[in-house]
């Protein structure tokens, strides 16, 4: 249990496994003993992070593979704007988006998943709805 509380406690992720659901087998039993566990921050720097379940050669242990795609230089944090509030049905828009993601995984993989989805949908909203903030700003 302090395992998982660990993991909890720093929002760690672990991703779902191709090629198979458990990493270790006998004659008789099967379980998931071996995993890559991320932090979300990740993939702000990351993107493509996979893990997969290779053969098995002499041993009772699946090996996994951890991939990670190409590293993301100059990302801009995400920010959450107060004007956004002062538009009508805000609020029920970004509630209606959060339902409509659909995500496979454990709790925090789908967390974070739904959270990303989110960001991308903010910010081209915030694109259709006010146009590009920071040239505006900039001209002020």
């Known amino acids: ?18 090629g198979g ?10 379980s998931r003993i071996d ?9 702000d ?4 992070f996979s893990q997969k379940r290779l053969s098995r050669v002499l041993s009772d242990h699946f090996p996994i593979l951890s991939e990670g ?3 993301q230089r100059g990302r801009t944090p995400f920010c959450f704007e107060n004007m956004w509030l002062r538009v009508e049905n805000f ?7 959060w339902a409509s993601y659909l995500f496979q995984g454990n709790p925090s993989f789908i967390l974070a998943k739904k959270l990303a989805a989110l960001k991308l949908d903010l910010k081209k909203w915030n694109e259709m709805e006010f146009g590009n903030v920071t040239f505006k700003e900039q001209q002020l």
């Open 91 to 97: 609020l029920d828009k970004v509630k209606a988006w």
């Open 1 to 18: 249990m302090d395992f998982f509380d660990f993991i909890s406690l720093h929002g760690l992720m672990d991703i779902p496994m191709e």
């Open 21 to 30: 659901l458990y990493t270790w087998s006998n004659t008789s039993s099967t």
């Open 45 to 48: 720097h990351f993107t493509r």
């Open 69 to 71: 795609g190409s590293h």
């Open 35 to 43: 995993q890559f566990l991320f932090s979300p921050l990740l993939t």
